[in-house]
C-alpha cells in the first residue's frame, strides 16, 4: 500500500524559511502529493498539490524530488500563524488519500 | 464567502445514545466527505458520497451511517456510541475525487461519549 512519511516535528526561528520533509517512496507516477496544515481545534485546510514540478502559491511551494519518492513543503518566511499540524498526503488514482502522521511545526518568536 | 459548515461544533452524548451530527456546503462540490480524527492523530476516512453514489470505507464499523437528502448537506449518524468513538469529526468536500482535486473541510464536530 502507499505510504507517506513525516517527522513528528519540527521547530523554526520566527522569519526564517521552513522546510517540511515527506517520503512518498511507493506512489504511483500518477498520484499527487498534497499538503494540508491543521490549526488547534480547527479543520484541516489546504497549503498546497503538485504532481512532477515544482509548485508555488501565495502560501507556499512545493518541491518534488525527480523520482518522486520525496517532496518538501517550503514556508518562506515562517510566523507565529504558521504554528500547525501539516500533513503530506497521496492521492491516488483508486480516489483514496494516504495521509501522513503529520509533522507538528513549532515557532519559536 | 462559500464554505462547510458543521453542527454541532461540540456533542456530548452517553454511552449508546444515537448522535447525528450534520455538514452542510455552499460550494455546489459533487463529493462529500465524512472523516473521524482522534486526538494526535490523521483523519480516517469513514465514508464519501460522490453526488447520490454511498462509498463505505471497509473498516468502517456499522454503528456509523451517513445520508445525504440534498447536495447542501450531509449527515453523519452513530447509531450506539461507544467510548472509542469519542473523536473530531470532519467533514470536506471537493468538486470531484480525481487526484488533484482539493478538499475544503470544515471546522469538525467533537464529540464526546461519557
Redesign the interface.
Known amino acids: 500500500d502507499a505510504k507517506t512519511t513525516q517527522p513528528n516535528s519540527m521547530e523554526s526561528n520566527e522569519e526564517e524559511p521552513v522546510h517540511l520533509p515527506c517520503n512518498h517512496s511507493t506512489i504511483s507516477g500518477t498520484d499527487y502529493i498534497h499538503w494540508y496544515r491543521q490549526l488547534p481545534s480547527q479543520g484541516p485546510e489546504y497549503v498546497i498539490h503538485g504532481l512532477t514540478s515544482n509548485v508555488n502559491n501565495r502560501m507556499a511551494s512545493l518541491a518534488i524530488a525527480e523520482d518522486r519518492k520525496s517532496s518538501t513543503l517550503i514556508l518562506h518566511r515562517a510566523t507565529l500563524r504558521d504554528a500547525a499540524v501539516y500533513y503530506c498526503i497521496g492521492a491516488d488514482s483508486n480516489y483514496q488519500l494516504i495521509w501522513g502522521a503529520g509533522t507538528k511545526l513549532i515557532i519559536k518568536p | 464567502d462559500a464554505m ?1 459548515i ?1 453542527n454541532p461544533r461540540y456533542q456530548v452524548t452517553q454511552f449508546g445514545k444515537p448522535v447525528t451530527l450534520s455538514c452542510s456546503q455552499t460550494l455546489n462540490h459533487n463529493v462529500m466527505y465524512w472523516y473521524q480524527q482522534k486526538s494526535s ?3 480516517k ?1 469513514l465514508f ?1 458520497y460522490y453526488d447520490k453514489d454511498f ?1 463505505n470505507e471497509a473498516d468502517t464499523p456499522d454503528n456509523f451511517q451517513s445520508r445525504r437528502p440534498n447536495t447542501s448537506f450531509c449527515f453523519l449518524d452513530i447509531r450506539s456510541p461507544g467510548l472509542g468513538d469519542a473523536a473530531m469529526y ?1 467533514c ?1 468536500t471537493s468538486w470531484t ?12 464536530s ?1 464529540l464526546t461519549v461519557l
Open positions: 462547510v458543521q492523530q490523521a483523519p476516512l464519501h462509498n470532519l470536506a475525487r480525481a487526484g488533484a482535486n482539493v478538499l475544503t473541510f470544515g471546522a469538525g467533537r
